[in-house]
């Protein structure tokens, strides 16, 4: 074997364990920088979305769909209870969760800066109060009539006489509001109170999701809910108006949850019907 061959392989065998230790340290180092990069875009996240230092979700109790309350134990469950809290959780800052009776008290909170996010249809008429990610979860809204009701579609609501009832400031009331053409609109403050004014005769039909129907109508006979539906309401989450910063955070997490099948594990959980995944949003 050469000399100048000989000389290299034992050059590079003296050099071999400190070039070793020099790969492993840049290794290490290169492992921390990204750490260290990762710790900084989750602190920036966690100021941005919750600048108090705790997550502020804003749940909507009386839409049966997002939140269920425990009478009994006044422990709030659902579908936005576990994504608020996952979001908190991957933050590292703790939840704080403030109850609604409504949609139109939570657009009262977004201007009053009483929340950080809040989960309720996307609809442009909020646009002027926050801002939404796109949506997470899609529910269909149809009607729920008396048995005997000679309502048979949708399109046999919108008839002159007829009286439907819609809790105020909902989805399906904007989504009416601006398409019926002879029917007329009774509004009641929650889901709850709109179905009330069904069972007391003032409406002809009530408008809301099929989970809701389910609940209200437990253990009742005498009504029924029509096969098609005038309405597929888009679920998003909501940030104060102007946080450019907080809605690409929660969006970003948004899009993981639905990718990793986080919001359809939420979804069975709640045992909800009607109601599926959004499509995934195209990139920005």
Known sequence: MPKMRMRTIASSLRHAPRRGLLLAALAIYTVWLLAGAGAADAQSGATAVAPTGQ?????NVGNPVLAVKDSTTGEVRGVTVDLGRALATKLGVPVALVEYPNVAR???GARSGAWDIAFLASDPARAGDMDFTPPYMEVENTYLVPTGSPIRTTADADRPGVRIAVPSRSAPDLFLASRLQQAALVRGETEAAAFELLRAGQADAFAANRNSFA????????YRALDDSFLAVPMAIAVPKGRANALATVRAFLDEAKASGEV??????????????AAASATQ
Do not use: K
């Not at 997550?55 to 749940?59: F, N, P, Q």
């Open 55 to 59: 997550l502020r979700v804003a749940l």
């Open 215 to 222: 609940t209200f109508t437990a253990g009742l006979e005498g």
């Open 106 to 108: 939570i657009v009262e």
């Open 264 to 277: 359809q594990r939420a979804i069975e959980r709640a045992n909800l019907r009607g109601v599926r995944v």
